[in-house]
């Protein structure tokens, strides 16, 4: 099973901000910004590529209200999902980044040589 997949079983304890039957969003246990949570559907995804669109339709809404409850949505945010090798993907679970509570900075900076 995988790390995300444990922490949807509750076999590894998280910080939840929000839940419903199909979602699940969590604070980063390493956060890079002020806020930084995690958003993972709770069925197993390898990653975006592996999701169908209706998932990721409900999964939109959820996010929101993610914002919404994180007091974003009106001074902005960063969502990010990283895909596989070269997309830097280290949890192999589809997860979105939602990053903000301070100003994010430039989305690329230097080539990674
Ligand atoms: P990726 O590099 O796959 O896009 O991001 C994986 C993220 O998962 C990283 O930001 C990392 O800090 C976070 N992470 C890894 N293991 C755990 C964990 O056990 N609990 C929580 N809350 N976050 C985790
Ligand atoms: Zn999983």
């Not at 419903?20 to 956060?31: G, Q, T, V």
């Not at 990010?80 to 100003?103: C, M, P, R, W, Y």
Request: glycine content about 8%; charged content about 25%.
């Amino acid at each position: 099973m995988c790390i995300f997949c444990k922490i949807v079983s509750g076999e590894i304890p998280n910080q939840t901000i929000l839940e419903n039957e199909d979602f699940l969003a969590f604070n980063d246990i390493n956060p890079t910004r002020k806020i930084h949570v995690l958003i993972i559907p709770k069925k197993h995804y390898e990653s975006f590529q592996e999701t169908p669109a209706d998932i990721m339709s409900s999964m939109s809404k959820f996010i929101q209200e993610v914002a919404n409850k994180v007091g974003v949505d009106k001074s902005g945010y960063r969502l990010i999902t990283n895909i596989g090798k070269d997309g830097g993907q280290e949890v192999s679970h589809l997860h979105f980044h939602l990053i903000g509570g301070e100003a994010v900075g430039k989305l690329v900076r230097d080539k990674v040589e």
